[in-house]
């Protein structure tokens, strides 16, 4: 009898870290046009943010159906303990989903954790989730220091163009004009005081001076003592991200992880987005 994690796509996490672990990953769907298909498939992410960037579609994400929960949850064994680590509720139902089919396989043992966030603060609990796992800890210790790690995440991320949350309904026409005009880069986040939402952090002026602003913030927090864990993640800008990358390990001392995010959290947010994720 074992615990198995299972997640959901907008984790990124490597292929070698899913192998490694024997992660489940559940991925959420995308349209785009006239073709739906799983994040993931079909596309590489520098092929789909190409399309995105050429072509005046826009696309919609969706959960997982019912039936990919059930296809995972059946990889597994009767007796087994399933844990599930999805992206937050308020951007998805996913985890609610997964919580539809736990009734399905009363042979197993199936906790459905909604990680209040996504992308790299997701994967830092999932990851934590399974060397937990690893070291032999029991279901109850690990689902206490998942609850300990949203208490403390942050995922602070600058958008570079205004088009992207326009096309997706979070801005006005007027709003991405004045914007576009002034160079303004709004710095959102999500932490457990946004309860998993995306809210704005501050309205900056150049991308330059946003990028400052994040660096600034992460140097005094570190001060603080209030970082365990930081990771960089980008949507199709490696250059930029490398930069970043740079700046956050000259003052944590220590090589800090970059994590590519796909199309569903970056047809949302554009190519060109990038932040940091910690704990």
Request: hydrophobic residues 40%; neutral net charge.
């Amino acid at each position: 009898m074992a615990i198995v994690v299972v997640t959901d796509s907008t984790a990124y996490l490597p292929q070698a870290v899913i192998d490694s672990y024997r992660i489940k990953v559940v991925p959420l769907n995308v349209t785009l046009g006239m073709e739906v298909f799983k994040e993931g498939t079909v596309y590489s992410n520098r092929e789909y943010y190409r399309r995105l960037r050429s072509e005046k579609i826009f696309p919609t994400t969706s959960q997982p159906s019912t039936g990919d929960f059930y296809e995972a949850f059946s990889q597994t064994d009767p007796g087994d303990t399933i844990l599930g680590i999805f992206i937050t509720s308020k951007l998805s139902g996913t985890a609610h989903t997964a919580e539809m089919v736990k009734g399905i396989f009363p042979d197993r043992r199936i906790f459905v954790v909604d990680s209040r966030c996504t992308v790299l603060a997701m994967a830092f609990q999932v990851l934590r989730a399974c060397e937990m796992v690893k070291t032999g800890f029991a279901i109850e210790d690990i689902l206490d220091e998942l609850k300990r790690i949203q208490s403390r995440f942050g995922i602070y991320f600058i958008v570079d163009d205004l088009e992207y949350l326009f096309r997706g309904g979070r801005l006005s026409r007027v709003g991405k004009l004045v914007g576009n005009i002034l160079q303004i880069k709004p710095i959102l986040f999500i932490s457990l005081a946004t309860q998993g939402a995306i809210q704005v952090y501050d309205k900056v002026r150049t991308k330059i001076r946003a990028l400052e602003r994040i660096v600034e913030d992460f140097r005094r927090r570190l001060e603080k003592g209030l970082i365990e864990k930081v990771g960089v993640c980008h949507v199709d800008c490696p250059e930029d991200a490398a930069h970043l990358q740079a700046r956050i390990e000259a003052l944590w001392g220590a090589p800090v992880p970059v994590y590519e995010v796909g199309p569903v959290i970056g047809s949302h947010v554009g190519p060109g987005a990038m932040g940091i994720c910690y704990y």
